[in-house]
């Protein structure tokens, strides 16, 4: 093996610039590639913003998606609220259309006799789901009473941009099946 030895040559200083071995400059200088680089982090954020604003829903878009979620699950509420007063008879069904939202409500109100004095017990369970808002996700809200004994409350929501109609529904059902456990219970 033969070792060559290259004598060191004076440093050139072209536009600011050194190149080790006295060769032309050909790379581009630094304040022109961090400009390029600027400029490629700009139009990546401009493309990526624009492509969030292409798949965001406007407004009337919000509100007809919501609308539809909520038939949906109004109607899985209602179907579900049925079964349950076929599974427990004596609850009367009732449909709810207020400033709250929409939904279902199941009540019943026994008569229960001890020791020669009358007692009314009262127990619900109602279901609603909220209508359109500014925070653009569809909600719904249980409240219920077993025996005069207010003690069930339930909360969920989803953005509407996001909702899975299964997921939700099966969250409704496992409300019903809390409430229906805890009634059996008491």
């Known amino acids: 093996m ?3 030895y290259e004598p060191i040559r004076p440093r050139l200083v072209l536009d600011n610039h ?11 200088d630094f304040s022109e590639r961090l400009k390029r680089a600027t ?20 407004e009337e878009e919000q509100k007809r998606r ?7 699950v109004t109607e899985h509420i209602e179907q579900r609220f049925k079964e349950l007063s076929d599974n427990l008879p004596g609850f009367k069904m009732e449909t709810i259309v207020d400033d709250r939202g929409w939904g279902s ?5 026994d008569l229960v006799m001890a020791g020669g004095k009358r007692q ?3 127990s619900r369970l109602q279901i609603t789901v909220s209508s359109f808002n500014e925070f653009h996700v569809v909600a719904a809200a249980a409240k219920g009473a077993v025996r005069n ?3 069930f409350t339930r909360n969920h929501y989803q953005p509407i941009a996001e909702f899975d109609a299964e997921a939700f529904c099966g969250i409704i059902d496992r409300w019903v ?3 229906a456990e805890q009634y059996a219970g008491a």
């Not at 050194?18 to 581009?28: A, D, I, L, W, Y």
């Not at 490629?40 to 604003?53: H, Q, T």
């Not at 919501?66 to 949906?72: A, D, I, L, P, Q």
């Open 2 to 4: 033969h070792w060559a």
């Open 18 to 28: 050194v190149t080790n071995r006295g060769e032309p400059h050909t790379v581009m």
């Open 39 to 58: 400029q490629r982090g700009e139009s990546s954020r401009a493309e990526k913003a624009f492509a969030e604003a292409a798949e965001a829903l406007t």
């Open 66 to 72: 919501h609308s539809k979620f909520r038939m949906e």
């Open 105 to 109: 409500g199941i009540s019943r109100d």
């Open 120 to 122: 009314n017990l009262f």
């Open 149 to 151: 004994k207010e003690g």
């Open 177 to 179: 099946l809390d409430y």
